[in-house]
């Protein structure tokens, strides 16, 4: 099948036998490589630096030097070079030096043609598939430049004093739990900016997305040949990061076999491909996140306790957003901003009432159900302030009967609701919404005088069991003042306590 994906790809042949030199090139220019050939390491070094060739195709015993002293050298000058390395004598130590010196494949002479061909062509995906992750970390650095963690509520500040140890520190691994949304995936990104990796790649890997045999072959990699369709030497996301940073998302879902892999990489630094027999060392930080609580996983025997304590090196915990105080509205604004910009509206404010309707509510899906609620605003909605009709009518009104069980609620609250009688409430609401004589934000308000009343007239009580703040409840008051135009009685109704 001819290679349809290398476009230019250049390959460069360095052999001292002219058969080889011929043969090699007729046969990869006939699959559309451009192909350059050398008899020695000098003529090599000099055709490697005029022309940076992708691959090169370098025999171990040459007549001035050995491939082996010159595969360093043409490292040195390209470090994404894929070398594939050739010899006559096929002994392993030259096997495990060539691998240990950065060298993609290994192939003893006579070899096939075919196999030549394979090599190549692994070597040719290897190469673009680095080219994308010095594209990638490029374009991460601008992300989180762009990211940075936002927050000033005492939580953050100590998440961000963890973050700034870590990444001045040799530790190597490192434990990001927090509710799904918070922003796990963040701080493994701020830890590897901002230390002496961030040169390195940051690859992830979500856990739970892969079977059990394919995930170990996504991280370790394999050797040609290791099972049915392993045409090519492979290298794994764990050697592809080599020097970086290597975060796995939902680690709590990896298979046990693969627990113990991981296990003995931690431990030794080193790991085998699927089907290899020679150790690969490498240097990389480890960043494990879950949103699963490890410690039930380990006395389910669903997780390795000896791993748990590995990966426990350092632990940050992320808050939900709840507990954020006036985070929420820093992170409002910034997505407000930013969204803005992108989709060329002109939103600047937040107004006062849908601040307190933010502040108030609990943010189920933490900071990503923020930023996605902001951004579908931004899409949809016309500036320049965001309105509390803008909203998600859950955020609008929180429907306490349908969406709070009692047991949930503090015991003041759960003493509130049940001397309040909602299903009272509901079904005299019941009878006015089938009249269409009532619209949602009549409903939500009818429901806050409701609650009032059943608490006394207490707003602290009463904004506890709807769930907002007491600014938020104070504002939507004022809000029905106004707008239903109530005199003095109606304040008087309803006392500041």
């Known amino acids: 099948m001819r290679n349809t994906e290398i476009g230019t790809t250049r390959v460069l042949v360095v052999d001292d036998e002219p058969l080889v030199r011929r043969s090699a090139r007729r046969l990869l220019a006939g699959e559309g490589y451009e192909v350059l050939t050398a008899a020695t390491a000098a003529e090599g070094v000099a055709?490697?630096?005029?022309?940076?060739?992708?691959?090169?195709?370098?025999?171990?015993?040459?007549?001035?030097?050995?491939?082996?002293?010159?595969?360093?050298?043409?490292?040195?000058?390209?470090?994404?070079?894929?070398?594939?390395?050739?010899?006559?004598?096929?002994?392993?130590?030259?096997v495990v030096r060539a691998m240990k010196l950065g060298a993609t494949d290994f192939l003893?002479?006579?070899?096939?043609?075919?196999?030549?061909?394979?090599?190549?062509?692994?070597?040719?995906?290897?190469?673009?598939?680095?080219?994308q992750l010095k594209v990638y970390r490029k374009r991460e650095r601008a992300r989180y430049a762009r990211e940075q963690m936002i927050g000033e509520s005492p939580a953050m500040l100590r998440v961000k004093e963890l973050v700034q140890k870590v990444a001045r520190s040799d530790a190597t691994n490192v434990l990001v739990t927090g509710e799904s949304?918070?922003?796990?995936?963040?701080?493994?990104?701020?830890?590897?900016?901002?230390?002496?990796?961030?040169?390195?790649?940051?690859?992830?890997?979500?856990?739970?997305?892969f079977q059990e045999n394919l995930l170990e072959n996504e991280l370790f990699g394999h050797e040609r040949g290791a099972f049915t369709g392993a045409n090519y030497l492979k290298r794994?996301?764990?050697?592809?990061?080599?020097?970086?940073?290597?975060?796995?998302?939902?680690?709590?879902?990896?298979p046990p076999q693969v627990q113990a892999k991981l296990l003995r990489f931690i431990d030794n630094k080193t790991f085998r491909r699927v089907g290899g027999n020679v150790d690969v060392s490498v240097d990389i930080r480890v960043i494990a996140a879950t949103n699963a609580d490890l410690e039930e996983r380990i006395s389910e025997k669903r997780f390795r306790r000896d791993l748990y304590f590995r990966l426990k090196v350092v632990s940050i915990n992320l808050p939900p957003l709840r507990e954020r105080g006036e985070d929420i509205l820093l992170l409002a604004t910034r997505f407000l901003d930013r969204f803005s910009h992108q989709f060329k509206k002109d939103f600047r404010l937040i107004s006062n009432e849908a601040a307190s309707l933010l502040c108030g509510y609990t943010w189920p899906g933490n900071v990503r159900e923020l930023q996605n609620l902001l951004e579908r605003v931004v899409l949809l909605e016309d500036g320049p302030e965001l309105m509390v009709a803008h909203l998600a009518p859950n955020i609008q009104w929180r429907d306490i009967a349908h969406e709070t069980s009692v047991a949930q609620l503090p015991t003041d609250v759960c003493e509130i609701s049940e001397e309040m009688g909602l299903q009272r409430f509901c079904g005299d609401i019941g009878r006015s919404i089938g009249t269409g004589s009532m619209t949602l934000r009549e409903l939500g308000d009818a429901y806050i005088r409701f609650v009032l009343e059943e608490c006394g007239g207490n707003r602290s009580r009463a904004a506890r069991v709807l769930s907002i703040s007491?600014?938020?409840?104070?504002?939507?008051?004022?809000r029905m003042q106004r707008e239903e135009d109530q005199d003095a009685s109606y304040v008087a109704a309803y006392p500041r306590s």
């Open 47 to 94: 055709v490697f630096e005029s022309s940076r060739p992708q691959v090169v195709v370098l025999d171990i015993k040459l007549p001035d030097e050995s491939g082996l002293d010159l595969l360093p050298r043409l490292r040195k000058v390209d470090p994404s070079v894929q070398v594939i390395m050739i010899t006559a004598y096929g002994e392993a130590r030259d």
């Open 108 to 131: 003893k002479k006579p070899y096939d043609l075919g196999e030549l061909l394979h090599a190549v062509r692994s070597a040719a995906r290897s190469f673009a598939r680095e080219k």
């Open 181 to 209: 949304g918070t922003g796990k995936e963040l701080v493994a990104r701020a830890i590897h900016f901002e230390s002496g990796r961030r040169k390195a790649p940051l690859i992830d890997i979500n856990c739970s997305g």
């Open 236 to 254: 794994g996301l764990v050697e592809l990061c080599d020097g970086g940073t290597l975060l796995l998302d939902e680690v709590a879902d990896m």
């Open 470 to 478: 007491r600014q938020g409840l104070i504002d939507r008051i004022r």
